[in-house]
């Protein structure tokens, strides 16, 4: 199981330590991007870059879609870049979604062509993205996204664009940060919902399943499950034997306890078998669901206990950010500045209590953030006996 590795201190933020690429332009005009799927917090970095960068006398414009409005300037009547202007940021700090816009489809690097035949082949549109930085006098790029579009990102660096990147991600499943924005307004969210399901759970004497987002990674599910008192979790980075699972809830009931609440990560799978995918799609990541439906039917023939399951699904990801989410995200933004303003390209923004720090674009997207097992809080877990089914 891969693990967090200690920080890379070549990678920490003084100027003179700084990588350049080519010759250091003087920056006139910088773009803000947000890519993948959205997270509270994100119009709050917008305003802080924006804020930040105007206060340095640069210009800023935001780019429509992830790169869609570099790429396809032409489906945007009103322009594929919009100016970012103080006027433009002012009361954004609290609104979940984002002014740009956003995609998860189309990723530049494996852009999907239909082919004749009906078949897709994938072409590299980075080289576009960076003539039409170029052609709209960008100098500078504030990419906000996740491993997808912070690999994107990398690669732009790569191929010589000043970019800086920001950690974003409900999910948390990013290396190198101890946490990104949108992870805690989602595990609050999701605490929430199962501090109202636990009374609902007893007075009908049922086993709730609550099926919240976690793709590769665990981490909604297990912080709001113990924090919201859960009698199981189940996690994709421990495959769990459903016979475990149902008798933690037979248990119960010969206690006295006749309901039992049971998180599950969208990415969970059985022990020997494979995640719940409910579509493939060309130019995407395959999209997740259907476990907590699967769990709670099974629990209810193996127990004879009556079961419901609810999907929790793209609530965690709508709404205004946490305090939390919001001052982490204003951080990060202020953060990106600070970083474009000393020269630095092809980093990515990181908490790293009390700080924020800056590291290599490439380390923190060569591996996912997965739940370490010995980590406190499954420790915590464990000892509250909550079952992981395993
Ligand atoms: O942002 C990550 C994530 O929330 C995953 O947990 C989930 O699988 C995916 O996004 C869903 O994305 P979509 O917006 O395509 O439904």
């Given at each position: 199981m891969p693990r967090r590795s200690k920080p890379d201190s070549s990678a920490n933020t003084t100027p003179s330590t700084v990588k350049k690429i080519g010759k250091t332009v003087r920056i006139r005009r910088i773009a803000i991007n947000t890519g993948g799927g959205d997270a509270p917090g994100l119009n709050a970095v917008i305003r802080a870059v924006t804020i930040g960068a105007i206060h340095r006398g640069w210009e800023v414009v935001g780019i429509r879609d992830g790169y869609n409005g570099l790429l396809m300037p032409n489906d945007y009547p009103d322009g594929g870049i919009i100016p970012l202007t103080l006027e433009a940021v002012r009361g954004i700090t609290h609104l979940g979604g984002t002014i740009l816009g956003t995609t998860n489809k189309g990723n530049p690097l494996e852009f999907p062509v239909l082919q004749k035949d009906g078949s897709y082949k994938t072409i590299d549109r980075s080289g576009e993205i960076i003539r039409a930085c170029r052609k709209n006098r960008i100098d500078a790029v504030v990419a906000i996204g996740g491993d997808g579009s912070l690999s994107i990102a990398n690669a732009l660096y790569e191929k010589g664009l000043r970019i800086v990147g920001v950690p974003k991600t409900i999910d948390n499943d990013l290396s190198e940060t101890v946490?990104?924005?949108?992870?805690?307004?989602?595990?609050?969210?999701?605490?929430?919902?199962?501090?109202?399901?636990?009374?609902?759970?007893?007075?009908?004497?049922?086993?709730?399943?609550?099926?919240?987002?976690?793709?590769?990674?665990?981490?909604i599910a297990l912080n709001a499950g113990v924090s919201g008192t859960a009698d199981a979790i189940l996690i994709p980075e421990i495959p769990y034997d459903i016979d475990i699972v149902a008798r933690k809830t037979v248990e119960r009931v010969k206690q006295g306890r006749k309901f039992s609440i049971v998180v599950v990560a969208e990415g969970a799978k059985p022990k020997g078998g494979t995640r719940s995918v409910l579509e493939h799609e060309i130019g995407r990541a395959e999209r997740l669901g259907g476990i907590g439906e699967t769990v709670a039917k099974q629990l209810q023939e193996i127990t004879g206990q009556e079961s419901r399951h609810v999907v929790l699904g793209h609530l965690q990801r709508g709404g205004s950010p946490t305090t939390f989410d919001r001052l982490l995200s204003l951080r990060f933004g202020a953060a990106a500045i600070r970083a474009l303003e000393r020269g630095q390209s092809g980093v990515m923004v990181a908490l790293d209590p009390p700080t924020v720090r800056y590291v290599p674009l490439k380390k923190a997207t060569s591996r996912m953030k997965v739940v370490p097992l010995d980590c406190d809080t499954m420790l915590t877990a464990r000892d509250l006996g909550i079952s992981f089914g395993d």
């Open positions: 946490s990104t924005f949108g992870f805690d307004s989602a595990v609050s969210f999701a605490t929430e919902c199962l501090d109202r399901l636990h009374s609902t759970a007893e007075a009908h004497r049922r086993i709730m399943v609550v099926e919240v987002m976690g793709r590769y990674a665990g981490w």
